[in-house]
């Protein structure tokens, strides 16, 4: 059983960063992604990355703001988040699924199999 713990959330100002790790555990996953789900919204794509080559993807409303990154040694991903919205304002969720293709985008809750316990990040002047 794969296990997935989220740090680095918080209160930053619009226009600041933030770095959220998600540490994993217990096994592989051959994709690891991030999600986030504000107040009253459903749980949302922002990006992930393959394990295996380091292939990143994002949704459209992150991309050029928001970079997923990871250690292999120390079996963690990193999302650094730049140029911070109050609408980035969420709980952020990573989450990783064992087996999948290489050349296709997983996007969906759906094809994610383990998830971590989510850290806050509030954008906020």
């Known amino acids: 059983q794969v296990h997935l713990v989220e740090s680095g959330g918080g209160l930053v100002l619009p226009g600041g960063s933030l770095r959220l790790s998600c540490a994993a555990s217990?096994?592989?996953?051959?994709?690891m992604g991030w999600f986030r789900q504000a107040p009253g919204k459903e749980r949302e794509f922002v990006g992930a990355?393959?394990?295996?080559?380091?292939?990143?993807y994002y949704a459209g409303s992150v991309k050029g703001r928001f970079t997923i990154s990871r250690d292999n040694a120390k079996n963690t991903m990193y999302l650094q988040l730049n140029s911070l919205k109050p609408e980035d304002t969420a709980v952020y969720y990573c989450?990783?699924?064992?087996?999948?293709?290489?050349?296709?985008?997983?996007?969906?809750?759906?094809?994610?199999?383990?998830w971590g316990q989510g850290t806050q990040v509030t954008v906020s002047s």
């Open positions: 217990g096994g592989a996953s051959s994709t």
């Open positions: 990355i393959k394990w295996s080559g380091g292939r990143t």
């Open positions: 989450a990783g699924r064992p087996r999948g293709n290489l050349y296709r985008d997983y996007k969906s809750r759906d094809d994610y199999e383990y």
